[in-house]
T-cell receptor
C-alpha cells in the first residue's frame, strides 16, 4: 500500500515565478491538506480539499491556490513567488470523518532565489 | 484557534535513558497525533490518541482530554530516536494545529 506521495522532492525557483506541487493521497483517502513548514517551526495549515472543493483555509494569501482531481490527487500552486515562500511543503491525506488519522508525504523542499 | 504548547523545547539524552515529552492544548479536541520528524523532513506517525493510553514498543502515549494534555514516553532511548517530535490536534474542523516541537538528541 503506497502511502502519501509528493513530487518533486526538491525545487529551486526564482522570485516572481510560479510553482506547482503535486500530491497523491494514501489509498482509500479522499481528503487532502497542504502545510507549509518554515525552518525551525511546526507545519502551518494552508488549505484542505474534499470532493474537489476547498473546504477550509488557513491564513495564507490568494497567491496560494489548489486543486483536487476526481482521483483525489491534489496540486498546490503558488504564484509570484517570494523569498519567504522558501519552505518544506507537506501534503497530508485522511479518510472521511472528523476522527480519522492523517498521514503525511515526504514533502517538497522549495527554495526561492 | 487552538493553541498547542510543547515542552521541553530541547532535550539531550544519553543512550538508554528514558524521557517524557508534554503537549498542552487550549481547547477540546477531536483528534491528537504525535509525529517524529526525521532529518529529511518526513513526518512519521507515532500515535493517533485523542484520549486514553497506547503503547508501541519503547514508545507509549497518554492523553487526558479533560485536562487538555498529552504525554509521550520514550524508554531506553536510541540514537535513531533523535529528531523533532510534534504534537498536533484538530478542533472543530479537520486542520491540524501543530505545537512548536521538541528537538531530541540522543548521544552515545
Amino acid at each position: 500500500d503506497a502511502g502519501v506521495t509528493q513530487s518533486p522532492t526538491h525545487l529551486i525557483k526564482t522570485r516572481g515565478q510560479q510553482v506547482t506541487l503535486r500530491c497523491s493521497p494514501k489509498s482509500g483517502h479522499d481528503t487532502v491538506s497542504w502545510y507549509q513548514q518554515a525552518l525551525g517551526q511546526g507545519p502551518q495549515f494552508i488549505f484542505q480539499y474534499y470532493e474537489e472543493e476547498e473546504r477550509q483555509r488557513g491564513n495564507f494569501p490568494d497567491r496560494f491556490s489548489g486543486h483536487q482531481f476526481p482521483n483525489y490527487s491534489s496540486e498546490l500552486n503558488v504564484n509570484a513567488l517570494l523569498l519567504g515562500d522558501s519552505a518544506l511543503y507537506l501534503c497530508a491525506s485522511r479518510g472521511q470523518g472528523r476522527r480519522t488519522e492523517a498521514f503525511f508525504g515526504q514533502g517538497t523542499r522549495l527554495t526561492v532565489v | 484557534g487552538i493553541q498547542v504548547e510543547q515542552s521541553p523545547p530541547d532535550l539531550i539524552l544519553q543512550e538508554g535513558a528514558n524521557s517524557t515529552l508534554r503537549c498542552n492544548f487550549s481547547d477540546s479536541v477531536n483528534n491528537l497525533q504525535w509525529f517524529h520528524q526525521n532529518p529529511w523532513g518526513q513526518l512519521i506517525n507515532l500515535f493517533y490518541i485523542p484520549s486514553g493510553t497506547k503503547q508501541n514498543g519503547r514508545l507509549s502515549a497518554t492523553t487526558v482530554a479533560t485536562e487538555r494534555y498529552s504525554l509521550l514516553y520514550i524508554s531506553s532511548s536510541q540514537t535513531t530516536d533523535s529528531g523533532v517530535y510534534f504534537c498536533a490536534v484538530t478542533g472543530g474542523g479537520n486542520k491540524l494545529t501543530f505545537g512548536t516541537g521538541t528537538q531530541l538528541k540522543v548521544e552515545l
